[in-house]
């Protein structure tokens, strides 16, 4: 999907069709939450345990059985992997299976960008072809000790990385948009389409966030969520009626994709 920065106010009357919709990720932790979220038109189904960390990964069982369950889907959605911070990604990445579309690390502790390139090298090189690796960069980068997003994405792309998710490390509530002004996820939108990646905007989203996309001029290639479809914090539940919500408003919100 192309990104499509339009200046149209939706509030305005001469606002012609609201944007090209973004692709939609949700992170889920059981076989029951797939089950949920197999019910919506999702697009990447992102497999993780959040109770142990922004990018905690999943156990492997969860893999096994979101193949098991996608496998015969007309319409499925690709499946994503977080593997956790470096050592854990080091870990666990061979074990991935080749069914998955997507794996990301998250970037903490890295301190330089040299450091974090070394460790995208070896993670890289465990997994299986096909996978596609996404460079995650934290918005809250200083609590995270890594490096900035805007160099995170840029290294990503010298890197042959093609690929970019923007996160919050610390789950506290506040978000991407919160850690983050209009210019710097500008400067983030614009950086990923000129290097054409693919980017995808997550960190304590919420619908909430719509309004101020739009009217920011922001549309990411995907929106990744896990807190704001959970009953209470992301820690808990997925909320099937937090779901139809997300469903609603991403129909609302967005005009089909091209
Ligand atoms: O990859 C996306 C994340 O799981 C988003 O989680 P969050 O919405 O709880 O920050």
Not at 17 to 39: F, G, H, K, N, Y
Not at 90 to 105: G, N, T, V
Not at 203 to 222: A, E, K, T
Request: hydrophobic content about 40%.
């Amino acid at each position: 999907m192309t990104i499509e920065q339009t200046s149209c106010d939706r509030g305005h009357h001469n606002c012609p069709s609201p944007p090209s919709a973004p692709q939609w990720l949700v992170s889920l932790r059981s076989q029951d939450e797939l089950r949920i979220a197999l019910q919506h038109p999702i697009d990447i189904l992102d497999l993780k345990e959040p109770r142990k960390g922004p990018l905690a990964a999943a156990p492997a069982e969860l893999w096994h059985a979101a193949i098991a369950m996608t496998a015969d889907l007309p319409q499925s959605p690709r499946l994503s992997a977080a593997l956790g911070e470096s050592q854990e990604s080091l870990r666990i990445a061979s074990d991935l299976p080749a069914e998955f579309a997507f794996a990301k690390m998250g970037p903490s502790d890295s301190v330089s960008m040299d450091r974090l390139c070394h460790t995208w090298d070896r993670v890289r090189s465990e997994l299986a072809p096909s996978i596609q690796f996404v460079a995650v960069a934290y918005a809250d980068h200083t609590a995270a000790s890594c490096p900035d997003p805007v160099t995170i994405f840029r290294a990503a792309s010298r890197a042959g990385i093609q690929r970019c998710l923007i996160d919050t490390f610390v789950k506290d509530g506040k978000s991407t948009l919160d850690h983050l002004n209009r210019d710097q996820i500008t400067e983030l939108a614009e950086t990923a389409r000129a290097q054409s990646s693919w980017w995808a905007l997550a960190g304590s989203v919420g619908v909430r966030h719509f309004p101020v996309l739009s009217q920011w001029n922001i549309v990411p290639d995907c929106i990744g969520v896990r807190g704001d479809v959970c009953d209470q914090d992301r820690t808990s539940e997925l909320s099937p009626q937090r779901m139809r919500d997300w469903s609603a408003a991403m129909a609302r919100s967005f005009r089909p994709a091209d």
